[in-house]
């Protein structure tokens, strides 16, 4: 037995009358049970701290003395223990036993009158025991459960930190995937651009440096061949720009109602040049076709590129297959895509029946550059403009397909929700010079383009006025100059031009406005950027769009 143990289960005796101390205690030694005598209560609660099987006291050891110290000690007992008490009392009632009072305070007592036989001590020792034993062992569960609790509480968080570090490894490891990815296509794309607009600068500066040395030598023969190179060129990289700033949703769009059916039979001719003999176009255009929001134009440009991009996949020949349709997107279909809403959609669908893609090249197809066909016979652009494009008019672009199948391309755009515009002709007579004096007032930082646009209005006769921004055009339109039209960059340093052109409007209320711009992010859609009275026109324009405009503008 082990010192811990003698003293859990010692029982504590305080009788101090006779020899009531001396024989209890020789009884107990005598049945093999250990104890200690104290003389007085302090005594008896020193070694109740020291450990305690049960206590063992007369009931006149507790009217003479106080019994606060021993009721704390009873008080702060833990939850597991209920020290046992046999109390010695006199034989008779309350009135010969004052002490029983005590009782309810004193807790798990047992009262055992004098005379007692030694046998009856024995057992109620031996009870009290058994149960103090219990509650030893009801505290070594707790215990255990306790050490339970705190290596699980550990282990949790040794595996919340393992979490933790892990979520953190595996965020570093995204973002570091997601930044290689996008190191990828930023230098597939900037690649893409260096070697077509490389390519493109040699026709233009090929040209002219030709032409130069030809004039300088006075050969004007075969000029014009140099001149359509450059200008060839030259279109072919603002037709570049143009597909990237639709990839990235920042073409300016001109969305109007567009009648699908109509536009898609407008171009049967130019589809049916496009591809080859062995292929079959059929139509299938639904008779109850909502009308659609959108660019006109560019969804001309759209449908031209899925076709050709459809005849590329069938080199041999076969069936090619454009379909319009409606189509309303729950918020299942949408919720996947940042900017659908749900709602009605107008639907163009281009299909073949070609060689058709893996997914992994479905993965890319709208991303720019990226091609599948050999060097020379694709940019890898026409697929990322429709995407783009459609990105920006509020739609959606699809790809189905299934290596030796075929391809199917669906282009969702809006339906167009408000009320259809009356058509309303106006013959305008165009003449090819101005008359009577009307001036236009040109905003334009870039010194080459301002010279060239007032270069231009000048051969036409328009007296112009010339401001680099709009700090120094401001003046001119608060002043007695005449103004018919206001030529204006959007992307102005400092102030831009649609806001230049709300103090025009403030200031000369009836003042036309003929915004120009290579890129501007508040002018990607035009419904909403212009008002009555304004138009747009892209960079690079051509000088006949250019003079087109401003006598169209003049003249209304």
């Known amino acids: 037995m082990t010192v811990n143990e003698a003293t859990s289960e010692r029982a504590i005796i305080l009788a101090p009358l006779g020899r009531d101390s001396q024989i209890a205690l020789m009884l107990l030694n005598e049945a093999g049970f250990g104890g200690v005598v104290s003389t007085d209560l302090p005594g008896l609660c020193l070694e109740v701290e020291q450990g305690a099987g049960l206590l063992l006291m007369s009931s006149e050891a507790l009217l003479r003395s106080d019994l606060e110290p021993l009721l704390s000690l009873i008080e702060q007992q833990p939850a597991w223990s209920d020290l046992p008490i046999v109390l010695l009392t006199h034989h008779g009632g309350p009135e010969h036993n004052p002490a029983s009072r005590f009782g309810p305070l004193l807790g798990n007592v047992t009262f055992l009158e004098r005379p007692f036989h030694p046998e009856t001590l024995i057992s109620l020792v031996a009870a009290a025991l058994r149960g103090r034993r219990r509650q030893y062992e009801a505290r070594d569960r707790l215990v255990d459960l306790s050490m339970s609790e705190l290596r699980l509480q550990n282990t949790l968080e040794t595996l919340e930190q393992q979490v933790e570090e892990r979520t953190a490894q595996l965020r570093h490891n995204e973002e570091a995937l997601r930044q290689s990815q996008k190191m990828e296509a930023v230098g597939q794309l900037t690649g893409g651009i260096a070697h077509d607009f490389n390519n493109m600068l040699t026709g233009i500066i090929g040209s002219l440096e030709l032409l130069r040395r030809r004039l300088a030598r006075g050969r004007t023969e075969d000029l014009d061949s140099l001149i359509d190179l450059g200008v060839t060129s030259a279109n072919r990289a603002a037709s570049l720009t143009h597909r990237l700033l639709a990839f990235s949703r920042r073409q300016s769009l001109d969305s109007k109602p567009v009648e699908m059916n109509n536009l898609v039979v407008s171009m049967g001719e130019l589809l049916q040049r496009s591809i080859n003999e062995s292929i079959h176009l059929d139509m299938q255009l639904s008779d109850q076709l909502w009308v659609a929001e959108a660019d006109p134009n560019q969804l001309e440009s759209a449908l031209l590129n899925l076709v050709i991009n459809a005849r590329d996949a069938m080199p041999d020949g076969g069936k090619l297959l454009v379909q319009t349709s409606n189509r309303h997107l729950d918020a299942d279909f949408t919720k996947p895509y940042g900017n659908l809403a749900p709602g009605d959609y107008v639907v163009l669908s281009v299909t073949d029946n070609g060689c058709g893609m893996p997914q992994s090249t479905i993965n890319r197809a709208f991303d720019p550059f990226f091609t599948t066909k050999p060097i020379g016979q694709g940019t890898g652009l026409g697929l990322s403009m429709i995407y783009g494009f459609s990105k920006q008019s509020g739609g959606h672009v699809a790809i189905q397909s299934e290596v030796g199948a075929g391809t199917t391309v669906n282009l969702y755009l809006p339906r167009f929700g408000g009320d259809l515009p009356q058509d309303n002709p106006v013959n305008i007579e165009h003449a090819p010079y101005a008359k009577n004096g009307e001036t236009v007032l040109i905003v334009e930082d870039d010194p080459a383009v301002r ?98 405009k401003v006598q169209e503008m003049i003249r209304v």
């Open 451 to 548: 010279l060239l646009v007032s270069n231009v209005l000048g051969d036409l006769g328009y007296a112009f006025v010339e401001a680099s921004d709009a700090d120094s055009a401001m003046p001119i339109l608060d002043s007695a100059q005449r103004i018919d039209l206001l030529i204006s960059d959007v992307g102005l340093p400092g102030m831009n031009g649609r806001q230049l052109a709300e103090i025009g409007r403030q200031l000369r209320p009836d003042l036309r406005v003929l915004f120009i711009t290579g890129y501007a992010e508040h002018a990607a859609v035009r419904g909403g950027f212009l008002d009555p009275g304004m138009q747009m026109i892209t960079k690079p324009f051509t000088f006949d769009l250019l003079t087109a």
